[in-house]
């Protein structure tokens, strides 16, 4: 079966308004430290930073009029290279063909890859597999060596603790409002922060803290020692990713937390570095950024093979996300990120076909493909222009 | 076939001189070297016709 289009897409789906008995949830205020908070005249609530991106989508319809869907980061600068770049590389190929379309993907990008393009290609990939399974009628969980298990286990993130816990999540990573240049005070109240936390979900729950490479390698050390009474489960990406040596001695200093990073990380080739530098406890790909599921795969098995828990970034809110926490051993948990307000159901963000977290776990969809169910009229071309598309020899 | 780090295989030759590879035996459905090269079967799974009634029960014979 022949890949018939490829196209960058948009989704028009209709935003669901939260009720009246809801209140804004944690994701609309709370501000939350990145690299980009050393120049405090930025806001630090998500989605305001300077550098924010929104997402895209990837349609790709085989020769019999199926079609698969996939997104991915950074979709604006993506969308150029995949209607140009990607599309006229692989359309006439052989659409299950994925191992050989993502090294033609691999190859061509060997100037620029990483980053942008290893997001668009993850995209592409995610459509891929989707197709895939719709075309053999199959689950993707199935077709990855899944099921592992009935259910994924998930862990929610935010500060709505209280919120959390009464949707029945027993597993909590909270945000981290301090950047290491604000000294001993932000320390304090980033201690403050952490305490509360955990006074709010009690001594047996898991708590993690996430300051998204907002510190260096010795004041992340200084605030492990500090948080180390509140027993954290794992301290996340506190070291930019290209920091390999500080993410090593971090990890041989911090014996009584584990060290989770991952989600800036690109490509099989970064994390082969990281798991060969046994510089990491838990990795943790984002499946929309890191190269899709054929490369996540991969990381996975480098992770497994060193004895290393593969938690995929924002798995449980994304269907690749649950397809590959269902199958995989190595992976019982996924990430809930909760971005609906308090009071609102936590599905309503979802895209059709995507089921929600209920009591702390998630049942994958078992139709074919991902099982995502959105309408044919929501589906509408990516709107951009000036680049023209490349013509490449033919397969 | 499928993997694209793995462009090569072995075939290792049990066979005398002057036999034909189509005509030594293998497993019923797998494919025979011809110029150097294999096809492999594009039927479900492995696409080995072994018949049902050519497999027994292992009988714990080691060697």
Known sequence: MKIKNVRCVHINAPVVKPGPDTRPGWNTHAPRSQPIARYPYFKRVDGNKPGSTSKAWVQITAEDGTYGLGSFAHGPMGAALIDNFIAPLIEGRDALATELLNDLIWRS??????????????????????????????????????????????????????????????????????????????????????????????????????????????????????????????????????????????????????????????????????????????????????????????????????????????GGNRPWGQHFACAMPESSLAEWFLDTDVGQPVGDRLMPGVPAAINGKVVPSDAPGFGLEIPEEWIVPWNHGGQKRAVYDAP | MAATESPMAEYWLGTDPGVLLEETARIPGTATPVNGRIVPSTAPGFGMEIEAGDISKWDGRIG
Request: charge should be negative; charged fraction near 25%; hydrophobic fraction near 40%.
């Open chain 1, 109 to 314: 990008q060997e100037s620029y890859q990483g980053g942008i393009a290893t997001a668009a290609q993850s995209g592409v990939d995610l459509a891929l597999w989707d197709l895939k399974g719709k075309l053999l009628g199959r689950p993707v969980y199935e077709l990855i060596g899944g099921p592992s298990r009935n259910s994924v286990e998930l862990y929610a993130t935010g500060d709505d603790l209280e919120w959390m816990m009464e949707l029945g999540f027993k597993r909590f990573k909270i945000s981290c409002p301090f950047f290491y240049e604000e000294g001993s005070e932000g320390l304090s109240k980033l201690e403050e922060h952490v305490a509360r936390s955990r006074e709010i979900v009690g001594d047996e729950a898991e708590l993690m803290l996430n300051p998204v490479m907002s510190f260096n390698a010795d004041l992340a050390l200084r605030v492990a020692e500090r948080l180390r009474p509140y027993r954290l489960r794992w301290f996340e990406e506190p070291l930019p990713p290209w920091d390999l040596e500080g993410l090593q001695d971090l990890k041989r200093a911090m014996t009584w937390t584990a060290l989770a990073t991952g989600e800036h990380h690109y490509g099989r080739k970064q994390f082969r570095q990281l798991v060969a530098a046994r510089a990491v406890d838990i990795i943790q790909p984002d499946i929309e950024w890191a190269g899709g599921l054929s490369e996540t795969l991969k990381i996975y098995t480098y992770a497994e093979a060193a004895g290393i828990e593969t938690i995929a970034h924002m």
